[in-house]
């Protein structure tokens, strides 16, 4: 099946009305291949009827109209690319790109609608983030940087300790949920927000950089420093640190500038992982 790359490669060639164009090793494999087009130079040149083939294996072979639009397929989802392509992985959209991933505290509900929602310890929802913001009547939002830090909240004691009953939300990874959605509902509900990030330079400026922050998640200074000395991430600070030492040095919130000092001081990045199961 043809790469989207090679997909709109071959349509604009077909649709062009100029005959040369330049090579690459995806448009020489498929010329080789297929026997069409002349190497003219440094250049590949196309007749008519080399586009006629073009034409042919782009409806035959790739199941796409040889006139469809080049950008037909951004932001397309996959059961729509379907229709104007032979295969779903043509769109450019991302899976989840606009949804989140949602919780509340243990023994504590959701409150999206009018009816309170009790998940399971463990669980959570999958939402659509323009419909939770509509539907969320919760008064503060729980931001949790790490998936097994949100997936195991209920076996996470230092967290059972926040007041109220704040709306639970994943950061976003790569390859799942995204931070920029995440990000988006945070600027839209305008709702005050707790960080639980990772105790190292980065999981520092998240935190400071979030729409409405209001509240830095930590434990002692005693409990930090006895956490920092059972792993061995001097590496992965240092190269975390680079290039962050002047924001990092303007912080003014006191929780962000305390744990920022014992963190600098021990030059390690503690995983906010070593909370889960641990008793305070």
Not at 47 to 61: P, R
Not at 189 to 214: M, N, R
């Amino acid at each position: 099946m043809p790469t989207l790359a090679l997909t709109k490669k071959l349509l604009s060639i077909f649709q062009s009305e100029e005959q040369d164009f330049r090579p690459s090793k995806m448009l020489n494999e498929f010329c080789e291949d297929y026997s069409v087009g002349h190497r003219v130079g440094s250049i590949w040149r196309f007749s008519q009827s080399h586009k006629a083939k073009i034409a042919t294996y782009l409806q035959h072979e790739a199941k796409v109209d040889p006139n469809q639009s080049l950008d037909a397929w951004e932001g397309e989802s996959r059961h729509g690319a379907l229709k104007k392509g032979g295969d779903e992985k043509l769109t450019t959209k991302r899976l989840r790109g606009k949804r989140v991933a949602v919780k509340a505290l243990p023994g504590r509900p959701l409150l999206l609608g009018p009816t309170p929602v009790h998940l399971p310890p463990g669980a959570s929802l999958d939402l659509d983030r323009h419909w939770l913001i509509e539907h969320c009547t919760h008064d503060s939002i729980l931001l949790i940087e790490n998936w097994e830090n949100f997936e195991l909240i209920h076996e996470t004691p230092f967290l059972h300790q926040v007041p109220g009953n704040p709306l639970v939300v994943f950061r976003g990874a790569p390859g799942s949920y995204k931070t920029d959605s995440s990000q988006t509902l945070l600027a839209e509900l305008k709702l005050p927000v707790i960080a639980f990030t990772d105790y190292d330079p980065e999981g520092i400026c998240i935190a400071a950089t979030l729409p409405g922050f209001s509240r830095y998640l930590a434990p002692s200074d005693e409990c930090l420093q006895a956490l920092m000395d059972e792993i061995n991430t001097e590496h992965r600070y240092q190269k975390q640190v680079a290039g962050k030492l002047a924001f990092l040095d303007s912080l003014t919130d006191p929780e962000l500038v305390r744990v920022y000092q014992l963190v600098r001081k021990a030059g390690k990045a503690l995983p906010q992982e070593k909370l889960i199961g641990l008793e305070l």
